[in-house]
């Protein structure tokens, strides 16, 4: 009686396993790194008034299909919250938030969104003068 080796993969499993792993290192990692949005500056334009400031610095050869800013009286403003879409000009953008009730916190932050996740910006907080 021959000796038979038991075979636990067939060379065709191996074989397309190699080239799956093979395509899946070589594919392009730049198209998913996050977009880097910033939130610039806030400030007071008038007595309720406030200008809100933020930049795309570096979008990685990835279309950003929107930006803005979100606004709240809790310290992580999420999109949701007072959302303003704006147009970007050289990867800098601006909006303006009226009515702000005076001797109020508020937290102002960045956002872009791609076709694969959506990246905030840094939180920054100001307070609306007496």
Avoid: H
Wanted: net charge positive; with cysteine; hydrophobic share 40%.
């Amino acid at each position: 009686m021959k000796n038979k080796s038991i075979t636990l993969f067939p060379k065709k499993y191996i074989l397309l396993f190699i080239l799956y792993f093979s395509l899946l290192l070589s594919c392009n990692k730049d198209v998913y790194e996050s977009i880097k949005v910033e939130t610039v500056a806030v400030s007071q334009i008038g007595e309720d008034s406030i200008l809100v400031e933020g930049r795309i610095s570096n979008n990685n050869n990835v279309d950003v299909l929107y930006n803005g800013f979100c606004m709240s009286k809790l310290p992580f403003p999420e999109m949701k919250d007072n959302q303003v879409l704006v147009k970007r000009i050289n990867g800098s953008f601006k909006a303006l938030y009226l009515n702000l009730e005076p001797d109020t916190e508020y937290y102002f932050r960045s956002f872009a969104v791609n076709n694969f996740e959506y990246t905030y910006g840094n939180i920054i907080k100001f307070k609306v003068p007496y």
